[in-house]
């Protein structure tokens, strides 16, 4: 009886070559999807981040807005004095009539805006520490309105303040190196009137 050896079967040098140059090309396209996908997520997750942090602070500024001017026992405080430099909220949240001239207090809430930093900051009170509540923020800016409809203009408008318009804007922390504006910083504003329904009582 003759036994036969079976050929075993392999690959060629050039066969070896063809798979292993398949398998990078398969290889580098995977790469480059998952570098693009991963790019296009972080870019929305500081877009998402930016407009969080712009509508968290003003968000906190309209709620605290609201209660300008409450006087359960009156007072001779306006409410929300006219200022160019800050946002100032009087509110006689104890009910004794007065505003508190010194020291750290709920009843005169300051916000003002630190431009060489992009920073809003929150002070409670003449006397209360300054404490930033929102960065990049490339912009905040406020007007006073009169109950006629016309923007105040001076400290003499103070009686007349019904609303005010609030504007801010937010960018994002690092700049996208993919997108040609602003440095490359993307940006998100927004603005709102608020009518503290207390002004005018």
């Known amino acids: 009886m003759e036994l036969k050896s079976g ?18 090309s398969v290889l580098a396209v995977v790469t480059t999807t998952f570098i693009v996908q991963a790019k ?12 969080q942090n712009t509508r ?14 409450y006087k359960p026992n009156g007072g001779g405080f306006s409410g929300l004095p006219f200022s160019t430099t800050e946002l100032r909220i009087q509110a006689d ?8 001239t010194g020291g750290a207090t709920l009843e005169d809430i300051r916000y003002s805006y630190d431009g060489a930093n992009l920073l809003i900051t929150r002070q409670e009170g003449p006397g209360g520490s300054v404490e930033p ?10 007007a006073y309105v009169k109950a006629d409809g016309t923007l105040a ?28 504006a602003n440095g490359g910083y993307r940006t998100y504003t927004l603005t709102t009137t608020v009518t503290p329904l207390n002004l005018g009582l």
């Open 133 to 142: 509540i929102a960065d990049n923020i490339p912009l905040f800016t406020f």
């Open 40 to 51: 296009v997520y972080r870019a929305q997750e500081l877009i998402k981040e930016t407009e």
């Open 153 to 180: 203009t001076s400290s003499a408008d103070t009686p007349l303040i019904r609303q005010i318009k609030i504007t801010i804007g937010g960018r994002t922390a690092k700049p996208d190196p993919h997108y040609g």
């Open 7 to 24: 050929k075993t079967a392999g690959l060629t040098l050039f066969e070896l070559v063809v798979a292993m140059g398949l398998g990078m």
């Open 56 to 69: 968290g602070v003003l968000d906190v500024i309209t709620r605290e807005l609201k209660m300008a001017g």
């Open 93 to 100: 949240l104890d009910g004794n009539g007065n505003i508190p």
